[in-house]
């Protein structure tokens, strides 16, 4: 009995020092058009407190795990604008924008949800 509330007890200390951490999970629409868009998003958002990144072309958003303690879902949004991608609301940097290789001027092209 000693063994099974010392297991539980440890599985519960164990569960809240996960949940203290403050990670968390955001979803975050971000205008791009290819492969190339892709690794820039997420590079982008490579920022310190970020744990991962993924830009989906489909979906045109980016998803992200970062750390609470150490970064803001809106720091994440404007380094992304930083590298003259369009994410929600903020629009991307111009100089940025007009930098990117023809491929991914979204602006310049319809930006539109491929169709399944």
């Given amino acids: 009995m000693r063994t099974i509330l010392l297991f539980m007890s440890l599985f519960v200390a164990l569960n809240i020092n996960a949940q203290d951490k403050g990670v968390k999970t955001a979803t975050i629409a971000v205008k791009g058009n290819c492969e190339e868009c892709k690794k820039r998003i997420e590079n982008a958002a490579d920022i310190k407190g ?67």
Avoid at 81 to 101: E, Q
């Fill in 50 to 116: 970020v744990k991962l990144a993924v830009w989906d072309e489909t979906t045109q958003a980016v998803t992200v795990t970062y750390k609470t303690d150490k970064v803001t879902l809106e720091q994440i949004e404007k380094a992304i604008a930083a590298s003259g991608h369009d994410v929600g609301s903020i629009k991307g940097n111009d100089v940025s924008y007009n930098k990117l290789p023809s491929c991914c001027k979204y602006r310049d092209k319809k930006c539109e949800l491929p169709k399944k």
